[in-house]
């Protein structure tokens, strides 16, 4: 499988040096840069370029706004069974040709592969998933003289319509995933779409907008617009003719597409620093082997991922010593090797970052009880087990993004709750413990999305509602939620005579 198949017809410009050199998708064309302008997508493990993408300007993004708002009608109109079988068509394409996304998914995100096969499953499933929402999209109605006998003949039937043009900006940990959250339920409920990937790894999206075109979704109603955020970012989530956008990535650039969007809805899907909180009365087994998963799993670039631990003092020693065995069963090496677990950063600021914090806490007294070997040139780092870290570091606050995990010693369970609750951010948190009144205590404590009893934070396809509070966001997505927020209720009142 290559973009050279029949099938990836008019992706790309062709290839400079065997590099393929990938065009956006605008308006149901593959086009190129008003200025010709290219960018290049660089391997996190072997440091080379692994694509050219077609850099766009102000003017693309125009051109992908005008689109979408052109096709906004014809998608409304679009019966909710052709929808979804267009969706259900190009779920069949993607799982037909996913080892080339699979392909780019890793080289561009620097992902190990067995990692870009579940996220490549989860986007397919993700698919079909929205393909049956499409038809499950309903109304209700509302009897008059509920609030006065003056509207007894009324009768209201409420039906629900969608927003219009979605605005999705993703981030480059699930290159595939996070952008199907976004396209699939728009899609589904008879949007529009306009959406920038990330720039480190922005192609797997394009794959998603060829197989949507070759399923006949009709043109204009998805739109990759491949670029810089810092360039493009303003212009598009200030755009006039946005009516939501949904973003997924960083507090700080969040933040500022709240302040600067104006009147549109508004999902927010931000950082975190989850908790994993220990008790004296958990399954230190369970306990330890979810906890190195939740913090190590893709190298901790994960929102969701575990970064810090608050262990109760007196299991404190044994559960270090069982996450200590625990980290080192995961295997460290090269992204396209199947036993693969522990990958490079997905670049040299990303590394930097995660030093920064170890040395910070180290220099207030932590200590690194296992790891941080990395080979020199090499975006690559072991894990690192942190101990005798405290609320005074900044690694206790701020996201690590990294594998280190950093372990926190507590006098109690009711102080583990209150630690976690101090963060800024209100993601995830998991609690371990086989008190049934200790985890209801937790559940109903603590300020986080989502709580987990007993396991590490994991949302697989959506079928639970997932966001955050605070830094961490707003609203919720998932299957079903998502498709419902990316809709409005439309009041159609009967008035009749008799
Ligand atoms: P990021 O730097 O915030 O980038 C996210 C997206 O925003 C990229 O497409 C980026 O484009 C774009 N962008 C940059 N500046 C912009 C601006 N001024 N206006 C509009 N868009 C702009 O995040 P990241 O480093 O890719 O991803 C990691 C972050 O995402 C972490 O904080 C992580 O917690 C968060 N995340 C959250 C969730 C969740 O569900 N809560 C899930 C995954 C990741 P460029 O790439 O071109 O700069």
């Not at 009709?218 to 009516?243: C, F, R, W």
């Not at 927010?268 to 330890?288: N, R, T």
Request: hydrophobic fraction near 40%; charge should be negative; proline fraction near 4%.
């Amino acid at each position: 499988m290559s973009v050279k198949d029949a099938i990836f017809a008019g992706m790309t410009m062709g290839e400079k040096n065997g590099i393929p050199s990938y065009r956006m998708f605008i308006g149901g064309q593959w086009v190129e840069s008003t200025n010709g302008e290219t960018f290049e997508v660089v391997c996190p493990e072997s440091r080379e370029v692994v694509s050219y993408i077609a850099k766009a300007t102000i003017d693309n993004a125009s051109k992908a706004m005008e689109a979408a708002y052109l096709a906004r009608k014809e998608m409304e109109y679009l019966s909710p069974v052709k929808r979804s079988e267009i969706l259900r068509k190009a779920a069949l394409l993607f799982q037909a040709h996913q080892d080339e996304v699979i392909k780019r998914v890793v080289l561009e995100t620097g992902k190990p592969i067995s990692e870009a096969h579940h996220e490549i499953a989860a986007a397919i499933k993700r698919l079909e998933y929205a393909a049956e929402e499409a038809k499950s999209i309903k109304g209700e109605s509302i009897p008059g003289g509920t609030i006065s006998d003056a509207g007894v003949k009324q009768t209201a039937l409420l039906t629900r319509k969608p927003l219009g043009i979605i605005l999705g900006i993703t981030p480059f940990n699930y290159p595939c995933f996070i952008p199907m959250s976004k396209i699939a339920p728009a899609l589904a409920a008879g949007n529009t779409i306009v959406i920038k990937p990330a720039s480190s790894n922005p192609s797997p999206v394009l794959y998603l907008a060829k197989f949507l075109q070759e399923a006949g979704l009709p043109d204009g109603a998805i739109n990759v617009v491949t670029g810089e955020g810092a360039e493009l970012g303003d212009y598009l989530s200030t755009h006039p003719k946005v009516n939501m956008i949904s973003f997924t990535g960083s507090s700080k650039v969040g933040n500022r597409i709240a302040r600067l969007a104006g009147k549109v809805q508004l999902h927010l899907e931000l950082g975190g620093k989850c908790p994993g909180i220990v008790s004296q009365k958990a399954d230190l087994d369970l306990a330890a082997k979810e906890c190195v998963k939740g913090g190590l799993k893709f190298s901790g670039q994960r929102c969701d991922s575990l970064s810090r631990f608050l262990i109760e003092e007196k299991v404190y020693d044994k559960f270090v010593e069982k996450v200590l065995l625990e980290v080192k069963k995961w295997k460290i090496g090269e992204i396209f090797d199947e036993e693969t677990q522990i990958g490079p950063l997905i670049n040299e600021s990303a590394l930097m970052k995660v030093l920064d914090l170890i040395d910070d806490a180290v220099a207030k007294g932590a200590k690194v009880s296992l790891g941080k070997e990395i080979a020199k040139d090499s975006l690559l780092m072991s894990p690192v087990v942190l101990t005798d870290v405290t609320t005074k570091m900044r690694i206790a606050w701020e996201e690590t993004f990294g594998p280190a995990l950093s372990l926190i010693k507590v006098k109690n369970f009711e102080e583990a709750i209150s630690i976690a609750n101090m963060s800024e951010y209100g993601l995830d948190s998991s609690v371990f413990t086989q008190d049934i009144d200790e985890a209801m205590y937790a559940a109903n404590h603590l300020e986080s999305g989502t709580v987990q009893i007993n396991a590490a934070p994991a949302h697989g396809l959506g079928n639970f509602p997932f966001g955050g509070d605070e830094e961490s966001g707003m609203g919720r997505e998932g299957i079903g939620y998502s498709v419902y927020d990316m809709t409005k209720v439309h009041s159609i009142v009967f008035n009749p005579k008799k």
